[in-house]
């Protein structure tokens, strides 16, 4: 009990965190998966449960989600945490608040601002029936026609495969590209076995894949994470892998199918938090329109495709003034700058 937070934090294994975003899945995050991506750090508090998951980005501690811990350390835990960054001459910048994390916040002295929107399918309506999805199902129907095999594959028996894709993958996001980490999952690694892995091949050569995280809380199910395909691959691809997961999961009575967090997307200003910043509020508008940082609507337009029925509100929060060098740090910290 006397051991200081910061010498137990270094001790805290991605296992812990595993079991926290279980435990506490009333966060509600369904991106909650990432915690325990490699190259994460961690801080929590000896004798008392929960944990917070961050990168240092310049200046900042940047903070993935709130704190995954009961409600009765929830307070203490961030309150530590903002210790702690103080110690390190640093501040604190959240990413990926649910909307009872950004109420939190904002009580606590962050200012707390909308910054886009994560999407989820209910699986238990879904489908692809009518005209609304005819585009869909024909350009399904195309990809498998290709001579296309669709299987959920064991991820080491197609690693070099997959890391072909990724090589191959990059140059097509655009010149300077690079690849997102932080607030996408992985593949391979400890963690793998809780995922899955859907391919799509041709004669044995690997065409494109989706990975699969788990989703934890009230809507529970799994997430479609990194999906990537060959440059040669037949239009349709993807959702035809997607398409082949969801039968699966719905035969095995899976809820939801989430698609992640989209920057910049439904933002609204019924659901902005008091005390926002208006310049921040702005400045995301200006995001999205302008498709500057994150090709926003492009990543939409794929998940519109799905019907989605659950739009969650994410949020972003700065302790103190919401900074523009704060959220270049975030993005900083995921590898986009």
Not at 91 to 104: E, F, M, S
Not at 225 to 250: C, Q, T, Y
Request: hydrophobic letters at 40%; glycine letters at 8%; charged letters at 20%.
């Amino acid at each position: 009990m006397n051991e200081r937070a910061s010498e137990f934090s270094s001790k805290v294994s991605a296992d812990y965190v595993l079991s926290a975003i279980k435990e506490f899945s009333d966060a509600d995050n369904p991106s909650s998966f990432l915690a325990v991506n490699e190259g994460n750090c961690y801080f929590a508090l000896p004798g008392r449960p929960g944990v917070i998951v961050y990168r240092p980005a310049g200046k900042y501690l940047v903070q993935f989600g709130g704190p995954f811990a009961p409600d009765d350390c929830y307070t203490d835990l961030l309150l530590a945490f903002r210790d702690f960054a103080a110690e390190q001459q640093r501040t604190i910048a959240a990413i990926q608040l649910q909307a009872h994390d950004a109420r939190r916040y904002a009580r606590a002295g962050f200012t707390v601002n909308q910054v886009g929107a994560s999407y989820a399918v209910d699986l238990n309506t879904f489908t692809l029936a009518g005209s609304r999805y005819m585009q869909l199902r024909n350009k399904i129907s195309r990809a498998l026609r290709s001579g296309l095999t669709i299987i959920e594959a064991d991820y080491d028996q197609w690693a070099d495969g997959v890391r072909e894709i990724d090589r191959l993958w990059l140059p097509l996001k655009g010149e300077g590209s690079r690849p997102l980490e932080y607030l996408v999952g992985q593949t391979g690694g400890e963690m793998q076995k809780h995922r899955r892995l859907f391919i799509g091949h041709i004669d044995g050569e690997l065409m494109g894949y989706v990975s699969y995280s788990p989703v934890y809380g009230t809507n529970p199910g799994w997430m479609h994470d990194l999906s990537r395909r060959h440059p040669d691959s037949p239009a349709g691809v993807m959702e035809a892998i997607n398409k082949a997961a969801i039968d699966v999961f719905r035969s095995e009575g899976e809820s939801w199918l989430h698609f992640g967090f989209t920057p910049f997307t439904n933002l609204s200003d019924t659901r902005e938090v008091e005390g926002h910043s208006l310049g921040f509020k702005w400045l995301m508008h200006y995001l999205w329109e302008n498709q500057i940082v994150y090709p926003a609507s492009t990543q939409l337009a794929y998940k519109d495709k799905w019907n989605q029925s659950l739009i969650l509100t994410e949020y972003a929060a700065f302790d103190g003034k919401a900074s523009v060098n704060g959220f270049v740090n975030i993005w900083r910290a995921a590898n986009a700058m």
